[in-house]
């Protein structure tokens, strides 16, 4: 009895068809956006850079230690690789820091500390102030004379040393 050598056929593949339009393969209207951009020459980052107002991109410019004059008014890419990846450097840095800051309420009495209130005392003539700030004036003329003795001699001491 001889044996035959019998091979397996293969499984016919399965044919590929393209999704259909209901069907999940990521967001379309990205996609379309996306394609759009690429072909345009521009990515999403640009157009958001581009869209910036003045200020926001002056604010981004200084933190990319660019100037804000001679680039505020350039399309991302027209900048050369190394402003564009400065530009990208800086954005990373302040997004850090709003998320430093998105916990922390930005109102007012966070920043400015209220004032402290002082007793209310009668008002003082301009004799009660003068009698006030002269020990104060005193002290600094006092400070100030301390000082031009101690120039003096340091003078004296710099003289002598330039005699020998």
């Known amino acids: 009895?001889?044996?035959?050598?019998?091979?397996?056929?293969?499984?016919?593949?399965?044919?590929?068809?393209?999704?259909?339009?209901?069907?999940?393969?990521?967001?379309?209207?990205?996609?379309?956006?996306?394609?759009?951009?690429?072909?345009?020459?521009?990515?999403?980052a640009a157009s958001?850079?581009?869209?910036?107002?003045p200020q926001q991109k002056a604010i981004l410019l200084l933190a990319a230690s660019l100037?804000?004059?001679?680039y505020i008014n350039k399309p991302l890419m027209t900048l050369t690789t190394d402003e564009r990846e400065a530009i990208r450097h800086a954005l990373i840095s302040l997004v850090d820091l709003g998320r430093a800051f998105a916990a922390v309420p930005l109102s007012r009495d966070q920043f400015i500390a209220p004032k402290i209130t002082m007793p209310l005392s009668a008002p003082q003539t301009g004799q009660q102030k003068a009698?006030?700030?002269?020990?104060?004036?005193?002290?600094?003329?006092?400070?100030?004379?301390?000082?031009?003795?101690?120039?003096?001699?340091?003078?004296?001491?710099i003289t002598e040393l330039d005699k020998h």
């Open 48 to 53: 958001k850079f581009d869209r910036l107002s």
């Open 131 to 157: 009698a006030q700030q002269a020990p104060q004036r005193q002290d600094v003329n006092s400070g100030f004379e301390e000082i031009s003795r101690l120039a003096a001699e340091l003078a004296s001491e």
């Open 1 to 44: 009895m001889s044996q035959l050598a019998v091979k397996p056929t293969p499984a016919p593949a399965p044919r590929q068809l393209p999704p259909a339009a209901n069907e999940h393969g990521g967001d379309a209207g990205l996609n379309a956006i996306a394609a759009m951009r690429a072909a345009l020459g521009k990515t999403s």
């Open 67 to 70: 100037r804000p004059s001679q």
